[in-house]
T-cell receptor, first 115, second 112 residues
Framework: EPEVTQTPSHQVTQMGQEVILRCVPISNHLYFYWYRQILGQKVEFLVSFYNNEISEKSEIFDDQFSVERPDGSNFTLKIRSTKLEDSAMYFC?????????????FGDGTRLSIL | DAKTTQPPSMDCAEGRAANLPCNHSTISGNEYVYWYRQIHSQGPQYIIHGLKNNETNEMASLIITEDRKSSTLILPHATLRDTAVYYCIVRVRSYNTDKLIFGTGTRLQVFP
């Protein structure tokens, strides 16, 4: 069964450094999302992306964050200048517009640790 | 905020049916109920979804009340590998928004 893949599984970065998290969505999906989960807390929506542009973003997704689909397969989340509070699991998801209500499918996440 | 409320935890004996309740009294007429689960710190795994009819797939059954204000996820024969946090989510979707708002879920512990 096709799945969303994320790399790396664990990223350790110094505070203030830039980090790029990568995702390969399911191949025929056209909607892409990023969520994050701080340890012990809820899964939180960050951003949705469709037709090469952001369709919605949450308050968490400030100017330090950006997303990009640089080619036909990858979907990336960039944090420009990381802070300690950016430490979290970051999950990518994708869905197919299809007919009816198609579910979002999640990858297994990237654990981001900011030192 | 999440539009659902769930009990924080439940236990179930291996081999028995696990029935996980969810209240969503403010659900709108065209909003679907989705169920996901999260095993340890893995990504949320899609289980099932429905609008108003009961649904069944290879993983579970979803029973939605006639007034749509609550639903129950049924795992017919729970195994130890079904131990996870189960999230009931009302999907917020319109022409310019589509996001899942997670609550704190129900932590299901399946015991031998």
């Amino acid at each position: 069964e096709p799945e969303v893949t994320q790399t790396p599984s664990h990223q350790v970065t110094q505070m203030g450094q830039e980090v790029i998290l990568r995702c390969v969505p399911i191949s025929n999906h056209l909607y892409f999302y990023w969520y994050r989960q701080i340890l012990g807390q809820k899964v939180e929506f960050l951003v949705s992306f469709y037709n090469n542009e952001i369709s919605e973003k949450s308050e968490i997704f400030d100017d330090q964050f950006s997303v990009e689909r640089p080619d036909g397969s990858n979907f990336t989340l960039k944090i420009r200048s990381t802070k300690l509070e950016d430490s979290a699991m970051y999950f990518c998801a994708s869905s197919n517009p299809g007919t009816g209500n198609q579910p979002q499918h999640f990858g297994d996440g990237t654990r981001l640790s900011i030192l | 905020d999440a539009k659902t409320t769930q009990p924080p935890s439940m236990d179930c004996a291996e081999g028995r049916a696990a029935n996980l309740p969810c209240n969503h009294s403010t659900i709108s007429g065209n909003e679907y109920v989705y169920w996901y689960r999260q095993i340890h710190s893995q990504g949320p795994q899609y289980i099932i979804h429905g609008l108003k009819n009961n649904e069944t797939n290879e993983m579970a059954s979803l029973i939605i009340t006639e007034d749509r204000k609550s639903s129950t996820l049924i795992l017919p024969h729970a195994t130890l590998r079904d131990t996870a946090v189960y999230y009931c989510i009302v999907r917020v979707r319109s022409y310019n928004t589509d996001k899942l708002i997670f609550g704190t879920g129900t932590r299901l512990q399946v015991f031998p």
